[in-house]
Nanobody, 125 residues
């Protein structure tokens, strides 16, 4: 499975961005998906995850109410809509394919088998 994350860029605080993650291979629709991020000098952290059907989602507390994860299995693509962005949201954002279809320990990056290369989000204050 190959993942291509894109949609990052520079945005002012309070603005919005929509990240996309395009996946190759038929495995995409069978697995949960997640978004993680890593800011300079910090550990990679969980942002959001979605089950294979899209019926279940999980969010980090820091983004709840501002970010929305979704997916289109017909297009092998996952999305992360980010609204009301804050300077602390600036990071490289990575998408990842979970080892299962359900959201088993979605916060744990060890549960994800495949990772994209990341897309940079910069938020100016």
């Amino acid at each position: 499975v190959q993942l291509q994350a894109y949609g990052g860029g520079l945005v002012q605080a309070g603005g919005s961005l929509r990240l996309s993650c395009a996946a190759s291979g038929r495995i995409f629709s069978d697995r949960a998906m997640g978004w993680f991020r890593q800011a300079p000098g910090k550990e990679r952290e969980f942002v959001a995850a979605i089950s294979r059907s899209g019926a279940a989602t999980r969010y980090a507390e820091s983004v709840m109410g501002r970010f929305t994860i979704s997916r289109d299995n017909a297009k092998n693509t996952a999305f992360l809509q980010m609204n009301n962005l804050k300077p602390e949201d600036a990071a490289i954002y990575y998408c990842a394919v979970h080892s299962m279809g359900l959201l088993l320990r979605p916060f744990n990056d060890g549960e994800y088998k495949f990772w994209g290369q990341g897309t940079l989000v910069t938020v100016s204050s």
